[in-house]
């Protein structure tokens, strides 16, 4: 596809943060696929010319390659997974790169990532889904059928929330589990001391207004239909803050980066969000009613109840405006002219995606191709599947600060030390956002391509490594980890789309990273310490109660690693044991047990999901049978 570089854009944003990258990390310089930029012309046109005024003459003329192959159809496809400020500062980046190319009469063959932040004015929107975590609980009780049921319900939801904020010229920064985080920014408007803009600011958080009323109107109340299940409605709530914001880019030498945001517009979020808890409403922090007041009469307003930290927009059908509608000046990260440009760089737009998502397109992709179907992006986000996986939930409360310079040096150094674990265990990293409570780090052990038959024993020696070297860096952190069944699978519209992992296990370690005996250390599950208690020492701390769950659940502190003795682990079960409780199952094994006494041969299965007692259940089987002298064997 051809690129269409304008030739006033700008090389460089704003209030760019770089230097700072400079200071962190040694420059990482990724290889971008050889002819990204130069490669147009010579496919195209037969031309051997690379100067950026050849690539413009080039995209001007329309030419574009036709991609019938499964890496063209792919290609097509990766810019949706991506927001548009990653978007634009890969294209800000080729063009500078392109100029310092022409200017050395060389090729270009690499871009180069740092980590930075960039500042502009935005109208900051959180989309909150409320039933989704009494909803989860719900089908968690029906296994791997629940996860299933649970993906497609909130798809269907989640897809009609998107599209609308699309088509509202929103960009998505984050798909947060339940919520969506989405902005409308310009980084021309950060001087708040020029009062002549005072009016675009404005007309920002209208816009955002606008998007967030005609999603209540349209999407407030979403019915859904399962069978058996007492929720019956999932409902949204907004909240819109306004203000300064970072852009954010951190990453690594495993070339995994992350973008998000943060900054006073993002720290608003979190008290509107407290007044609007009741599903259905919209609320705007003061500081947003204050833009907001320079472009509409807030007379003319439909408001409701209010605080001293925000106030409740009901509807904007009787607002006047202020005079004519105000231009928002051009914002050089998003200068585009054609869709060309959208897909300036495939390559770098890849890094910004987790391994398992690029893993997932190429492999739907290619089977799409063999079956003779179309693989759109409709269709390719309908494809979920469910996994076991161990759910790695980090929360740093000490990272809230607003200051551009010190989120960014925080946030590299906790990206360093997360990635670095994640390579040595073989883990993936999902997202890393900011909020209200500070920086929330995702990983996750056993999705493809990384998928192991001890996920649950990887996960934990990460989340132990990471919470070894976050006490020497941050003074408020703690990690949940969790394992069981989730829904892996597409979420989105053309335009804006993710992969999203869903599943009770991911909400529990949340809830366990939230509890106050996480503070500086790890809580698991009950799961989780089955699969991990010979490899690793905890501490049981009981039945806990958490929010989603109708009865207290065990909760276990993990110590240490367990040191492990040279040569193979003795075969658990050799020695006699008692286990206590599971009768319908000890019953069972005993029917099978005295039919296999009168037969020459026979099969006994155990099924179930990880973590629920399986090794012990078979244990006793072997025990039984020894006392039986049954001969038996065991295949896993």
Known sequence: MGINFPSDVSASAASSLEDVGDSLQKSLSVKVKKGTLTKINTQETGSTDHSLGSIIATA??????????ADGKLDQIIPNFVSKHVKSMVYRKQVAAQKTADAAGVPVNTLELKPGAEESFAAVVMVDVSGYSKLTATLAQRGSVGA?????????????????????????????????????????????????????????????????????????????????????????????????????????????????????????????????????????????????????????????????????????????????????????????????????NLEIYKYFMDKTALFKLQADVNQSRLFGTDANLTELLNLAELRQVTTVFIRIGSLKTSNPQELLELSQSAMNIVLSSLGKFEGNLRQFHVDDKGAVILCFFGLPPMAHDNDAILGMRAGVEIRDRFLDVFEDFSIGITTGVVSYGGVGAPGRAEYAVMGDAINMAARLMCLTDAKEGILCDIQTYNLCNGDFSFEDLGEVKVKGKAHAIPV????????????????????????????????????????????????????????????????????????????HWYLH
């Not at 001007?60 to 192959?69: D, E, F, L």
């Not at 003795?565 to 020695?575: F, I, Y």
């Not at 009768?583 to 006994?604: H, M, P, R, W």
């Open 60 to 69: 001007a003329g329309g030419n574009k390659p036709k991609k019938t192959s």
């Open 556 to 631: 276990f502190r993990p110590l240490s690693a367990i040191p492990q003795a040279d040569g193979p682990s003795p075969k658990k079960g050799k020695e006699s044991f008692t286990m206590i409780g599971r009768q319908t199952e000890k019953d069972a094994i005993q029917n099978v047990l005295d039919s296999f006494s009168q037969k020459t041969v026979g099969c006994l299965l155990f099924q179930g999901d990880g973590g629920q007692g399986l090794t012990t259940l078979a244990d006793y089987t072997f025990e039984q049978f020894a006392s039986k002298s049954i001969t």
């Open 148 to 344: 299933e049921l649970l993906a497609k319900t909130m798809k269907a939801y989640l897809d009609q929330i998107i599209e609308t904020i699309n088509n509202h010229d929103g960009d998505i920064v984050k798909f947060a589990g339940d919520a969506v985080i989405v902005c409308w920014r310009s980084d021309q408007l950060v001087d708040l001391f020029d009062n002549d803009q005072d009016a675009a600011r404005g007309e920002l958080v209208y816009k955002a207004a606008q998007c967030c009323l005609r999603l209540l109107t349209e999407l407030g109340t979403y019915a859904i239909d399962i069978k058996d299940c007492d929720t019956r409605l999932l409902r949204i709530h907004l909240g819109i803050g306004a203000g300064l914001i970072s852009d954010v880019i951190v990453g690594g030498e495993t070339g995994r980066w992350e973008h998000f945001i943060a900054g006073e517009g993002v720290l608003q979020l979190a008290q509107v969000l407290d007044l609007a808890k009741a599903a259905g409403e919209l609320a705007l922090s003061h500081q947003a009613l204050k833009w907001l007041a320079h472009v509409i009469d807030i007379r003319t307003l439909n408001l409701g109840n209010y605080d001293k930290r925000c106030i409740i927009l009901t509807g904007l059908e009787t607002a006047m405006r202020k005079g004519g509608q105000p231009v928002i000046p051009p914002d050089t990260l998003l200068q585009f002219d054609s869709q060309a440009q959208w897909d300036a």
